[in-house]
């Protein structure tokens, strides 16, 4: 199996905010936006494995910026890690400025998918090579995340998380 670097799994998905998405505050639904960035980083997922995805965990969302009424978001996606059958991707969202075009950095998350065959087993995807600073970082942490997340479940001792570990040493 062929390694991959994250810029070929890259996927944008750019959109509208219409008023049927909005709260009382005329700002975008968080679940709407939950969904959004499940499916641009399902789309993520499979092209880096070509195979069926799922998601298997939402390991974190950071809602620093409200998306108001009308704003053209853009969703950015790309895996940060793979695993066996699993893989990180991380994602950032866009919000365009109306007037002046820049792009302002509103929010950002982390999901988990497991490439899985036919009948719903998971299946070997392959391996990442990160290429800028950015993903290189990106990529180291997905580790730390990942023995941090089996640790809790109970799937994992404290002691044998070695990235973890290596924090606070």
């Known amino acids: 199996m062929e390694s991959k670097t994250a810029f070929q799994s890259k996927t944008i998905v750019t959109d509208l905010v219409l008023p049927s998405e909005t709260n009382p505050l005329n700002n975008l639904f968080g679940g709407e936006l939950l969904a959004r960035m499940d499916r641009c980083a399902s789309i993520a997922a499979r092209r880096h494995s ?21 704003s053209v978001v853009t969703i950015e996606a790309k895996v940060s890690r793979a695993f066996t059958s699993s893989m990180e991707v991380y994602l950032d969202v866009w ?6 075009g ?27 090579i990160p290429e800028t600073e950015l993903e290189k970082e990106r990529f180291a942490a997905a580790l730390r995340r990942k023995q941090l997340s089996l640790v809790l479940a109970g799937k994992m001792k404290p002691n ?3 990235e973890l570990k290596a924090l606070f040493e």
């Open 50 to 70: 070509r195979r069926i995805v799922v998601t298997a965990s939402v390991n974190h969302v950071a809602f620093n910026r409200s998306v108001p009424l009308g």
């Open 102 to 128: 820049e792009c302002i950095k509103a929010n950002e998350a982390i999901y988990t998918f497991v490439a899985v065959d036919e009948t719903g087993r998971p299946i070997k995807v392959p391996e990442l």
């Open 160 to 162: 044998d998380a070695t």
């Open 95 to 100: 919000i365009e400025d109306r007037e002046s």
